[in-house]
Structure formats: structure tokens, C-alpha cells
């Protein structure tokens, strides 16, 4: 059962934003817990950047040469597998950013809790929206593997 170009791609794009996202989280929101100005989070959100397009770059012209015409098509398949994957990715996005707001607000109410600054709650949703993404490639595929 050979992987499509596709499903090879879902996979590079989970991977890569895995490996991206353990090292940019965990800096990030430090970062913006600690620092009073963004200018750091701007800086290692640029090198994230930079090191998710270089990692995708190199994996799909990996994958692009045995797949060859293969690699730009896309089928009725492939379009209902990304409708299917998409809506999961976004209840996923939605759950997280209801969270969001439920954070902010008990964090806003309370005596006990610090309010959340605005660059923790802008690394928060970048955050949820990672999440959505990876949710979304976890779904794809789930689905390619059960159609295949």
C-alpha cells in the first residue's frame, strides 16, 4: 500500500510543525511572560518561520521527485479528504480559542490569577491555530490511511 504525494505531504507538514512548535512554545511563551516588549518574540518567530519553510522546502522536493506529475493533481478524493479535515480543524480551533477567552476572563476576574498579558495572549492563539493545523494533518491522514 504506497503512500500518495498528498498523504506524504500531511506527514512532512506534521513533522515539520512538531519539530518547530517543541522548540518555538516553550521560548515563546517565556518570552512573552517575561519580556515587557515583543521585539525577542518577533525575532524567534522569524527564525520559526524560516526553519518551518526551509525543513517543508526540502521535504517536498524530496517527495515531488518519485511522485513527478503526480504531485501538483488533485482528485474528488483529495478535495473531500481536506473538506473532512478542515471542519476537524476547526471545532479544534474553536474549542481553543473558547478556552481563550474563558483564561482571560477567569484571569481577569480573579484576585488570585495575574492577568494575561497581550503577547501571552497572542502566543496563545498562534497556539490554538498550530493546534487547529496539526489537528487538521492528523485527520487527513486518518482519512487517507482508511480510504486507502
Do not use: N
Not at 490569577?113 to 498562534?126: D, F, K, N
Request: charge should be negative; glycine fraction near 8%.
Amino acid at each position: 500500500m504506497d503512500m500518495t504525494f498528498r498523504e506524504k505531504s500531511a506527514w512532512g507538514l506534521l513533522v515539520g510543525i512538531g519539530l518547530v512548535s517543541i522548540f518555538y512554545f516553550p521560548a515563546a511563551f517565556d518570552i512573552a511572560d517575561s519580556v515587557p516588549h515583543g521585539a525577542p518574540l518577533i525575532a524567534i518567530s522569524i527564525v520559526g518561520v524560516v526553519a518551518l519553510v526551509v525543513i517543508e522546502a526540502i521535504y517536498h522536493a524530496c517527495i515531488a521527485i518519485p511522485h513527478g506529475h503526480e504531485a501538483g493533481e488533485e482528485d474528488e478524493r483529495d478535495q473531500l479528504i481536506d473538506l473532512k479535515a478542515e471542519r476537524i480543524s476547526s471545532y479544534a480551533l474553536g474549542v481553543g480559542l473558547f478556552w481563550l477567552v474563558g483564561q482571560i476572563i477567569a484571569s481577569h476576574s480573579s484576585e488570585r490569577l495575574e492577568p494575561m498579558s497581550a503577547l501571552t495572549i497572542g502566543v496563545w492563539i498562534l497556539f490554538a491555530l498550530t493546534a487547529s493545523e496539526i489537528a487538521k494533518l492528523i485527520a487527513q491522514i486518518v482519512y487517507y490511511r482508511r480510504d486507502a
